[in-house]
């Protein structure tokens, strides 16, 4: 309470997590196993209970606490963004936004951004969790939620969490559809973006990949 949280280290501050170790073992020295283990709050952030059966004193109630604190981390991340409401110059501007939250998702997560006529974020939404495969029904979705927002463009993101980036050929077809419902419903298609492991593939930079 003297210095503020910024002073303490990665332990410390998940030793406050953990509140209490175990007989001869302190929550500070729990806490800095647990970092020694997984090295960065990231790596922290998609673990199953298997990932932390070798730390005594460390139950689900425990790892409910800490993946909470991670996601409250990740959530004000979010509400920034939209408090913000950043111009989009790119799709880097998007990426960077977005790759933090979803480079480690265990499934694949679909996402849309939604923008107003100065290329601003109105809203960052989830759309579907799971594959592109049913198409249709994704599509109709999108395009419902973007007028709602009164938006002029999108941008949709969504992860493969094998940490590919390369389009597959249902993320192909879904692109075609996405762009050509857009063109009849006056909504741009700015980009399709794909995010792997810190690395990326924006279907507007490379249109031959659209068939």
Known sequence: MQYGE????NSELLAILLRTGTKGQSALDLARKVIHKFQTFRNMSH???RDWLEFKGVGTAKIAQIKAALEIGRR???DETRL??????SAKDVVEILMPQMRDLKKEVFKVAFLNSQNRIIAIEDMEEGTVNHAAPIIREIFQHALQHFAVSIICV??????DTKPSPEDQMF?????????????KITDHIILGNGRYFAFVDDLNAIV
């Open 84 to 89: 913000e409401r950043p111009q989009i110059k």
């Open 158 to 163: 969504h992860n493969h969490p094998s940490g």
């Open 76 to 78: 004000f991340r979010e």
């Open 47 to 49: 673990t199953d209970t």
């Open 175 to 187: 692109t075609q559809k996405l762009m050509e419902s857009g063109q009849a419903l006056d909504v």
């Open 6 to 9: 910024q002073a303490l280290s």
